[in-house]
């Protein structure tokens, strides 16, 4: 079975320091991995996604995630926060062409003034 | 970009009596949505499949006859919580995959509460 684990319940950064969320998955083959997130009181949004073609991939806001087969990991950065960035952060995995969305538990991110 | 839509926002009920949630594509076409709920500080949960045309599909403890989902139409799911009770008071979340070009789109959530 397909599985993401999200290692920090809880990230707090200072404005305009990186940010790092961490993820790792479980699959017995490549998966589709994503990373959603999700502003209070707003629907969920596409932070960006792999399906197997280059390791790195960027999303919107600067946001970008680096698939590592050889770690089973797919962690979140972004090189400077901004205020706007606190909300909840989701790690998804999709077993294959299904279009089921796994969930991990989530990670806050808190930016601080 | 393609637009997800739930219908009520919120909505508050009795224990006992039934709720419908609506979910609907706005501007493109989906075989198939699937329904989620959130409790509060939680991750998100697939409870099940919801494809055009035929039955839903769920997922492994989700009660079928408790949560009733209709796919009547390509743009339109419905999620029906019957003899709700306070437990089932959560966030429900659909979302929909476009036909055209396989994304998968949220809608805004529902947020049920039963007293």
């Known amino acids: 079975a397909q599985s993401v684990t999200q290692l920090d319940s809880h990230v707090s950064v200072s404005e305009g320091t990186p940010v790092l969320l961490r993820c790792n998955y479980s699959?017995?083959?490549?998966?589709?991995l994503f990373w959603y997130v999700q502003h209070p009181n707003k629907g969920l949004q596409l932070l960006l996604k792999?399906?197997?073609?280059?390791?790195l991939v960027k999303g919107i806001n600067g946001f970008e995630a680096e698939f590592k087969k050889s770690e089973t990991s797919f962690h979140l950065t972004k090189p400077s926060a901004h205020m706007s960035d606190a909300a909840e952060y989701f790690c998804v995995v999709s077993p294959f062409n299904t279009g089921k969305l796994i969930f991990g538990q989530g990670t806050t991110l808190q930016v601080k003034p | 970009g393609a637009v997800v839509s739930q219908h009520p926002s919120w909505v508050i009920c009795k224990s006992g009596t039934s709720v419908k949630i609506e979910c609907r594509s706005l501007?493109?076409?989906?075989?198939?949505m699937f329904w989620y709920r959130q409790f509060p500080k939680q991750s998100l949960m697939l409870m099940a499949t919801s494809n055009e045309g035929s039955k839903a599909t769920y997922e492994q403890g989700v009660e079928k006859d408790k949560f009733l989902i209709n796919h009547a139409s390509l743009t339109l799911s419905t999620l029906t919580v019957t003899s709700a009770h306070p437990e089932d008071s959560s966030f429900y979340i659909c979302?929909?995959?476009?036909?055209?070009?396989?994304?998968?789109?949220f809608g805004p959530g529902t947020r049920l509460t039963v007293l």
């Open positions: 699959s017995s083959y490549s998966p589709s």
């Open positions: 792999y399906t197997s073609a280059a390791t």
């Open positions: 501007d493109f076409q989906a075989t198939t």
């Open positions: 979302s929909a995959i476009s036909l055209l070009d396989y994304e998968q789109f």
